[in-house]
Structures are given as C-alpha cells and as structure tokens.
C-alpha cells in the first residue's frame, strides 16, 4: 500500500469513499480490500456493496449479507469493519411500510409492478445505494462516529450509470404521463382532463382492468417511494460533492477499462464530484523467468530453451502492453496506483489483507510495471 493511500484512508475527514468502474476489473474485491484496509489504520468502516454475485460476504468469511450492517472479525485492526449488501426489494419495502398500513402493504408488494420496481427496474439499484449512503452518514452524524463507508458501486455496462441512474428515476417519477394513467389533473384549469380520461379508458381497455389496476396502484406507490428518497437526496449529493467524500476510479490495464476510467474520472470531475485515485487492478507486475534461466536459453538450441525463451518474450510483450494502456491515464493529473495480479485469486480475508500489500505508484515513463 502507498504511503498516500494510507494517509487518504486514516483521514477522519472522509466520510464516504465510492469504489467506481466498469464491470470486470476487480471492484467488488477492492472495495472490500479498501474497507479491510482502512479498519486496520484504525477506522470505524461500514462496506456497501451491491454485487449480486455474494462474493464480498464468502471473502469475508461470512454466510451472506443482509440490509443493515454485519461486523467481521478482523484480527489485530486498530478500528472495526462492517459490511453490508443492499437490498432494494427491502428498501421499497420499508419506504412503503412508511406510507401505508400493514395490510395495504402487503396487498401492494404482491403487485407484479411493484416487484419489477424493486428487481429488475432501471435506476432502481442506483438510487437506493445513494440512499442507503444518506441514511448511514446521517445515523454516523447522531452518534457523533467519525466512520469511514467503503461503497461497491452497481455493477452496470457503463460506470456512468450509477450517476445517471437516479436522474431517471426521478424524471420518470415527474413524468406528465404518470400523472394521466394515474387520473390526476394536469392544470389549474383541467383543460386536459378530458385527454387524460381518455388516455386512461384506452390503457384500460389494452391492458384490462385488473392489470391496470395493479399498474396504478404500483405508480402510485413508484411515485410516492422515489418522492420519499427524493426529500435526502439533495443531502446526499452534497455530501458526494464535498470534501468529506472521495471517488476511487478502478480500472485494469486494457483497452475498454482504460478508456471507461477516462471518460468516468473526466465526467466525475465535470459535475464536480472529488476523484481521489486511479487504481489500476489486475497489473502483471513481473515476468516469471529468472535472469539466470533466461540467459541459458539465448545461449541453447534445445527446444525445450527456445520454449522458455518465447514464454518470456510473450510475457515481456503483455508487460510493455500494459504500460502503454496504463500510460494513457497520466494525463488526468490523478494519482495512479498499480495493484498487481494474484495467481491464486482473492477468496478470503487473508488475501484481501495482503491484496493492497502490493500497491505502488505509477512507473517513471519506460520503466516496466
């Protein structure tokens, strides 16, 4: 681990780091070896994660990960560790148990609508992880706890959808047209009721009238829930445009992810949100042949020589191709940290102890990584 990267963490001034990037490069495996990290400094941390794949929870050495937070045993860390899994169809459920009694509750969850909402729904995930994040840093706020919360972003096609997620969300909410399907006026002087009644009699007769009926009934709740979010999320985007908060872009040294943390680090720096480093995942950071074997195979014409000699020279081309796809980051002016490769993977809390053990600043251009 960087000495600079130590410092970032042990600061009591950062209250929410978010671990950010395309799916594929390590993210749910460095949010953890962040957060486990940070413990060890001696923080209070809280990881979030909303990684479907339960590998955060096997990593941790736990059976799985609820709503709220879960502690994890760490040995000899100077501060403590928690870690959690969101879960959205349970963030819905709680917002509507706010809004309804026990029985409409229940009546509503069984709305097919409403279970789409909380699976499978556009912007869904991403809105309740930046509530999620509101709700802990105001409970760390009561309680006067300076903790550090570790997020595991969405996992999504584009890392820009967890910025852009709750934009649609809430623009679906505000939508005109939900407001006719609901049967609500839309002007002071109804001059469209009579369209809106219309509108509402032909999405009646198409879907018929229990499904339209399970569909309004689920807007009604959709619109209610995202208004509930809606009242902390002026808050918590503060909070993420704020010192006390930080972006870390993950990366690996390819082509795709490498033009995805670009794009990312310069948008999240447009909207003026703190990117703090760059980490670049996955580094092969040596070429497994000594010295002493390489030079004995310049020197052969056995076969089984020449054999080593491509195996090295294959390996030394991948090296030299990181490089460059890694040297393309520079000129964003953010600090670059190379995490290199683990053969045997990351599957449980010693190797992600040890994960960060190799972090290094970037290379001086024309050194190996």
Request: aromatic share 4%; net charge neutral.
């Amino acid at each position: 681990m960087s000495a600079e990267l130590d410092a970032l963490l042990r600061d009591d001034g950062l209250r929410v780091l978010l671990c950010v990037g395309t799916g594929g490069v390590g993210k749910t495996t460095l949010s953890a070896a962040v957060a486990v990290r940070a413990a060890l400094l001696g923080r209070r941390v809280v990881v979030v994660t909303i990684d479907p794949a339960r590998r955060l929870a096997q990593a941790m050495g736990l059976d799985a990960l609820a709503h709220d937070p879960t502690p994890v045993a760490l040995p000899d860390a100077a501060g403590s560790l928690q870690a959690m899994m969101l879960d959205v169809r349970h963030a819905f459920d709680r917002a509507l148990a706010a809004q309804v009694d026990a029985a409409e509750a229940e009546r509503i969850r069984a709305n097919p609508f409403y279970k789409a909402l909380a699976e499978t729904f556009s912007g869904t995930q991403e809105y309740v992880a930046m509530e999620k994040i509101g709700e802990l840093h105001r409970q760390a706020e009561i309680s006067g706890d300076r903790g550090l919360i570790v997020v595991d972003t969405p996992p999504s096609a584009s890392a820009l959808d967890f910025l852009d997620g709750p934009n649609r969300l809430e623009s679906l909410a505000h939508n005109p047209l939900l407001r006719v399907v609901l049967g609500l006026p839309r002007g002071p002087l109804g001059f469209l009721d009579a369209g809106a009644a219309l509108a509402t009699r032909a999405l009646d007769a198409i879907l018929g009238g229990r499904l339209f009926g399970d569909l309004r009934t689920f807007l009604r709740v959709f619109e209610r829930a995202v208004l509930a979010f809606e009242s902390n999320a002026a808050q918590t985007r503060a909070l993420l445009a704020s010192d006390a908060a930080g972006f870390l872009v993950i990366a690996a040294p390819r082509p795709g992810p490498v033009a995805e943390a670009l794009a990312l680090t310069r948008r999240l720096r447009s909207d003026g949100l703190p990117v703090r480093r760059v980490l670049v995942n996955q580094v092969t950071t040596t070429v497994a042949i000594g010295p002493e074997e390489l030079a004995a195979a310049e020197r052969s014409a056995d076969q089984a020589q020449w054999a080593v000699l491509r195996r090295h020279r294959l390996a030394a081309a991948k090296v030299e191709r990181e490089r460059r796809t890694v040297a393309e980051l520079s000129d964003l002016g953010v600090p670059i940290e190379l995490i290199g490769r683990r053969p045997s993977g990351v599957n449980d809390l010693a190797s992600l102890v040890a994960l960060l053990g190799g972090v290094g600043q970037e290379p001086a251009p024309g050194t190996n990584l």
